[in-house]
């Protein structure tokens, strides 16, 4: 009985190490390149996005919608037009956040916790699997056209704060990026039409 | 030996011990501040308490190079861990989120304190609405990972608008530990318990932190892979002091032991060259125990300076076994005793210019000096012929100081070539008048511009600059200093808002005046009606107030709290900041609020005249006072101060020199004594310019050392005009002698690293020796008559 536990549990720590292990095989590497390739040809974008947080502290999700601007391979800004202007400007590593007059500046290297909120997304627009893989232990699911990336962070300090990025799309489109924190807490960004 | 020659001996033996024991008991010290002044201005005084006792001077920065990021950051976060153990140290921080928590606690635990946005209209149901919106608005932005665990103590955001505020200088970081921006060192920041000019005491705090480096080192990498790198001022006043320490001996010894091989060649006698050494040996010992006396305290550099006093106190003793030869030393007294002296007195005379100065080490140099030299000739004069040995013998010099006598005499036109001379060396400092003199007293600093780089690129990584430019605010109690530098902060806020400014501190920031903590209080409203009112805010907003009932109870805590004074900040990271910008001494406060030029640059003219302007506006305290200090221009200021007195107090020493001159001899005399000292001074001056060195205080000393030494020279020429003419070749052979010993003396310290040792050698050297050549050149023509 006991031993027949043993063995159960046994199986179980396999499949366990059977899934990262899966994206490490050729075949699936190859796919993550061919997505990175299809991802990284695109040099800009501008679209419009809603935002859902939802957090154990509130009674209600919040809800947010503005437009997104990307320029490869490292400027990514997020204009928030509502509820209230908000606008954050991730470049050259470093995170500016402007709200009415005030603009707050982080160094990404001084706050590396914040990294995967901002980088993956970023890392993701631009295919660059070597600063995904650095920050995440990476994780495709592909189910063509559409597929996931499942980030998860490496860094300890990161770890404590965000569980996984989520981020999904259909060919060389994002469409969602979903942040699960630690503490249950989470937020989906939906990728709306694309803007002029 | 005779009974006087007994009474002399035993008044020397005395003499001789309690200078000793002056000496062993004498306190020395090594840092500069306390070479500089006796504050002539309140912003130089300032200045000195800065220097001294700031927060500056307590700040140690830590570089640690080697190995790999990983290997450093780790040895790192340990070296921070064993320091924070140690009592030598009042805070260390690596950039760990260890200092940035306790920094949030502290600004948690006593927000409504300390924010300035806490005001009646902030606790009103519609600026409650527009808080709490505010803090929603980043819960949904990337910070808002940060700002979540404090929403429900904290909905309104004091404690991110405190952190704002704190302006916390960006710094690159590896695994959570400060790094260079080449990313090549890892970095910390140590701050001692002990004030910057305990010298002792920061030696000691260097110490412990190589000891704890080479305890982390060993812990996580193989020996030698890692090294060490220290600095800040207390790092340069232990560094300095040590340089000083090790040059002044290694330098002393070196000139000691070629003075003593050039007298044993002279002499061929190891008892004569033991006796020259006497009177050195008591007057260094003299010099050292009345300086101790005068000042309380021996500063190394003056102990430095004891090798002067082997350059020209050798010379007596030169004099008199040279010049005695083989008649009795009764004769040498009665023939060329008084010319000694006179040359003593003259030197003297010189130095004694020098004791009234404000800057404290060339008064103790005077004094040293002038002990030393008396203590010098009274030995030679009453001791020494005493223990002469009867049966001893120098090498006769008489062949070499005739061939010297028929050199010196040989030169026809040599008044002509002098006088030609003179005028090149005019023309050479007029032309170089504009950059005749050093203006920084940066350039008295013996530490290597290596160091000095270092310094500066590590300041620039952990940006912790400089601080140039202080406001400082004085009045009678902590209060008064607090709420004088809030009005001020308040000012100089606008300042930086026009972009006049590119930012400043204040201690009120860290602990705001009572009365301002009273007023934020009484902002508060009562449980009952902060909850009637942020049921108001909470309309329509996605959190109900039963949610931020930690809110509610803070407030109430804080709305009681007794106001925040020292005390409370003491051990917390606040409470050094608030130590580095207020110092309190009896019942006198000073705070300090350093301010800083938009990109780091310096000042402007209009910019500093702006700052002026808003610290002289009035409404401050009436007891209270206020003043913008420019840390570089007072402390180049005061070493322009000092570098004038020293030229005037010289030229008063060479006035007092004359005079004496004139009085012992007769005008024309003393004229023709001076003229050789003047042309020696003008020549070295003129070449030191030439050679692109720009003149100091240490210079405008060498030259007074130039006349105090060049005076013998000169009144040995003026004697021997006067003199029976078989005198001449040994009395010329001494002066040869005793110049060269004088030259390899100063020679030596040319070589110095140590700026004020090598300014001294470069110009005392080259001097002396110009001093006995056209005093020789210059002297009447019987002077060099050698009978045939």
């Known amino acids: 009985m006991n031993a027949a536990r043993a063995r159960g549990a ?88 402007t709200r009415g007059k005030r603009t707050r500046t982080l160094d990404l290297a001084a706050y590396p916790q914040l990294a995967p909120l901002v980088e993956g997304l970023r890392a993701t627009l631009a295919g660059d699997r070597a600063a995904l893989e650095r920050l995440f232990s990476v994780r495709l699911d592909d189910d063509p056209p559409r597929w996931t990336l499942a980030l998860a962070p490496r860094d300890a300090a990161s770890a404590r704060l965000v569980r996984e990025v989520r981020i999904s799309g259909e060919q060389a489109d994002v469409k969602t990026v979903e942040v699960l924190q630690a503490d249950g807490d989470r937020s989906l960004l939906t990728i709306g039409r694309e803007l002029p | ?61 830590i570089a640690i190079e080697g190995a790999d990021a990983h290997t450093r950051s780790r040895v790192a976060a340990d070296l921070t861990r064993r320091l924070r153990e140690s009592p030598a140290f009042a805070d260390v921080s690596d950039g760990d989120s260890a200092g940035l928590t306790r920094i949030e606690d502290f600004l948690l635990a006593h927000r409504y304190q300390l924010s300035d946005a806490v005001t009646p209209e902030r606790f009103t149901a519609a600026g409650l609405h527009r808080a709490i919106g505010d803090t929603l608005g980043l819960l949904a932005s990337p910070e808002g990972l940060l700002v979540k665990p404090l929403f429900a103590r904290d909905p309104t955001g004091e404690t991110l608008h405190l952190l704002d505020g704190l302006d916390a ?279 290597p511009v290596a160091d000095q780089e270092l310094d500066a690129t590590l300041r620039g990584d952990l940006g912790t600059p400089d601080a140039r430019y202080l406001v400082v605010v004085s009045a009678p109690g902590t209060g008064g200093a607090l709420a004088g530098a809030e009005v001020l902060s308040a000012r100089l806020q606008t300042l930086v808002e026009a972009g006049v400014l590119g930012g400043f501190e204040s201690p009120s920031r860290f602990l705001p005046s009572a009365a301002t903590q009273r007023a934020r209080q009484a902002s508060l409203p009562a449980p009952d009606e902060l909850a009637a009112r942020l049921d108001q805010a909470l309309a329509g907003m996605p959190v109900s107030a039963s949610r931020l009932a930690p809110f509610l109870a803070d407030v109430e805590a804080a709305r009681t709290a007794p106001p925040l004074t020292p005390r409370e900040l003491a051990g ?88 004496l001159l004139m009085v012992a001899c007769s005008p024309v005399r003393a004229l023709r004594i001076v003229a050789p000292l003047g042309l020696a001074v003008l020549t070295v001056a003129a070449g030191l310019a030439a050679a692109g060195e720009r003149l100091g205080i240490l210079h405008v000393v060498g030259m007074l050392l130039i006349v105090a030494v060049g005076s013998n020279y000169a009144l040995f020429f003026d004697r021997l005009a006067r003199e029976p003419h078989d005198r001449v070749p040994r009395t010329l052979a001494s002066l040869a002698v005793a110049n060269l010993a004088t030259v390899t003396g100063f020679g030596v310290l040319a070589f110095s690293s140590v700026p004020v040792l090598a300014a001294l050698g470069r110009t005392t050297a080259p001097g002396a020796l110009l001093a006995l050549v056209f005093s020789a050149l210059l002297a009447p023509r019987a002077a060099l008559e050698v009978a045939p």
């Open chain 2, 169 to 447: 200088p960006q710094i690159a970081s590896f695994e959570g530990v400060w790094s260079s921006r080449d990313g090549r060192r890892a970095l910390l920041l140590a701050q001692t318990t002990a004030l910057g000019s305990d010298t002792d005491a920061q030696e000691k705090a260097c110490a412990a932190i190589r000891s704890a480096f080479a305890a982390a080192a060993a812990a996580f990498s193989p020996p030698g892979a890692l090294s060490l790198r220290l600095s800040g001022p207390a790092m340069f006043a232990v560094t300095s002091r040590a340089v000083i320490r090790a040059q002044v001996m290694r330098l002393s010894t070196l000139g000691a032991l070629l003075i003593a091989a050039l007298l044993l060649f002279a002499y061929r006698s190891l008892p004569a060259l033991l006796l020259t050494f006497v009177p050195v040996a008591a007057g260094a010992l003299a010099g050292v125990a009345v300086v101790s006396l005068g000042f309380g305290v021996v500063h190394g550099i003056t102990l430095g300076f004891g090798i002067t006093l082997i350059g020209e106190a050798v010379d007596y003793a030169i004099y008199l076994l040279i010049q005695s030869g083989e008649e009795p030393v009764s004769e040498w007294r009665r023939t060329l005793w008084p010319t000694v002296r006179l040359g003593m007195l003259t030197s003297v005379c010189g130095f004694a210019a020098l004791v009234p100065s404000g800057f404290q080490g060339l008064a103790q140099l005077g004094l040293y000096s002038i002990a030393g030299l008396v203590a010098a000739a009274g030995v030679t004069r009453f001791v020494l012929p005493e223990w002469r040995p009867r049966t001893l013998r120098t090498r006769d010099l008489t062949a070499l100081g005739a061939r010297l006598a028929r050199l010196l005499a040989a030169p026809r036109h040599a008044r002509t070539a002098l006088a030609v001379l003179a005028l090149l060396a005019g023309l050479v400092l007029i032309g170089h008048r504009g950059a005749l003199f050093s203006r920084e007293l940066s350039d008295l600093s013996p530490i």
């Open chain 2, 1 to 61: 030996m005779t009974r006087a020659g007994w009474t002399g001996t035993l008044l020397f033996a005395l003499l001789a011990a309690t200078a000793a024991s002056l000496a062993v008991r004498a306190r020395y010290t090594a840092d500069l501040s306390a070479f500089l002044p006796r504050a002539p201005t309140v912003a130089q005084r300032l200045l000195t308490e800065e220097l001294r006792a700031g927060f500056a001077s307590r700040l140690l920065m």
């Open chain 1, 10 to 97: 046994a199986w179980l720590a396999l499949l366990v190490l059977a899934g990262p292990l899966a994206a490490d095989a050729p075949a699936d590497s190859e796919r993550l390149d061919a997505l990175m390739r299809e991802l990284g040809a695109r040099r800009h974008g501008h679209v419009a996005f809603t935002e859902v947080e939802y957090l154990a502290v509130l009674d209600r999700p919040l809800e947010s919608s503005g437009e997104l601007l990307y320029e490869a391979p490292d400027r990514l800004e997020k204009r928030t037009l509502s509820p209230r202007p908000e606008t954050l400007v991730l470049a050259h590593g470093t995170l500016s956040a």
């Open chain 2, 572 to 659: 917390t990271p606040f409470g050094s900041a608030l130590d580095a910008l207020l110092t309190v001494s009896g019942t006198h406060a000073t705070a300090f609020l350093p301010i800083s030029a938009p990109g780091g640059a310096d000042l402007s003219t209009a910019a500093l005249e702006a700052v002026r302007a808003a610290v002289a506006a009035p409404a401050l305290e009436s007891a209270a006072s206020a003043r913008l200090l420019d840390l570089k221009a007072e402390a180049d200021g005061l070493y322009a101060h000092y570098l004038t007195q020293a030229v005037s107090l010289s030229l008063a020493g060479l006035a007092a020199i004359v005079l």
